[in-house]
């Protein structure tokens, strides 16, 4: 009898535990249920924020591959310019330098604005009022001295055709001991064709003739040979 009094406090204790367990684990998930919405809102605000931020960076990365086919764009157009421009450095005009004469003649066109003339080594700034340019006819507003030294730097426009380079082409044709004639890609600029067999420089006029773009040599090669030509071509 003296263990039943100590047993039925002990079953209340554990229930008041039990209960106490229960309630504060339902008050804290509530708090973490709180927190778990609050933890959403501001994953779905970054998720935006990242979301704009990636937005910006196409716009941004579309924005740089714009201006890099235009910068392309340009770069091409002005190979396209460039690539037959020359540049003139210190020419001497012709035209005598008497205290008369005003004009003066250039070998070629200066293109447009990139005439730098200079008397004595002195760059004519006051173009306007100095001198003026028409074609390659330099014509000054008051005559040279005698002992001034005329010089002039400009870029000019080469209306030559353009060149284009074969490095060691096999002509077409047999290499049989017998044929005497082989065909190349394109017609050579006129003595620039370099004609090799088995790795020999031939003479043109001795060891071949060519006419347009057929070669014909006075002995046909061998089957063993190997044939190459080097030349210059127009486009």
Known sequence: MAEFPTSQPRKYLNQFKNRNVVSTTIDISGDVLAMMGDVTDVISQITSSFTFVSQSLKDISGSFVSQSIQIGNLETTARSIGSNKLFSNKEIPTGNIDGINTTYTLLHKPILGSDH???????????????????????????LLPGMKLRCTYYYQDSSPVKAFVDKEQPSGSIDGNNMTFTLNHIPVEE?????????????GGDYNISSSVITFMD??????????TYYYIL
Request: proline share 4%; charged share 20%; glycine share 6%.
């Open 117 to 143: 003339i200079y008397l004595n080594g002195v760059l004519i700034e006051d173009k306007d009022n100095d001198y003026s340019i028409s074609g390659s006819l330099i014509t000054f507003s008051n005559p």
């Open 192 to 204: 620039s064709e370099h004609i090799y067999l088995n790795g020999v420089l031939q003479e043109s």
């Open 220 to 229: 046909a090669p061998l089957s063993t040979m190997k044939l190459r030509c």
